[in-house]
């Protein structure tokens, strides 16, 4: 079961990154084994997906940056 579906309901606008976040669960398993390689590319979108999310929670938790 993918995380995302357990925040779904508490935190909706997680759902606008549904396809990222599937992704992102992906690699955090699969790059782990031989010969699963990942590009600059991959690795810069999968950051940019975890710095907006952890936005999100953020704000739901009243934590932003001030």
Do not use: H, Q
């Not at 549904?18 to 398993?29: D, G, H, R, T, Y």
């Amino acid at each position: 079961m993918y995380y995302w579906k357990k925040c779904k309901s508490i935190i909706p606008e997680l759902l606008n990154f549904k396809e990222e976040l599937i992704e992102l669960s992906a690699f955090a398993v699969e790059i782990r084994y031989p010969g699963i390689t990942s590009t600059r590319e991959d690795a810069e979108r999968s950051i940019a997906v975890a710095e907006k999310v952890r936005g999100i929670i953020r704000r739901y938790f009243g934590l932003e940056k001030e």
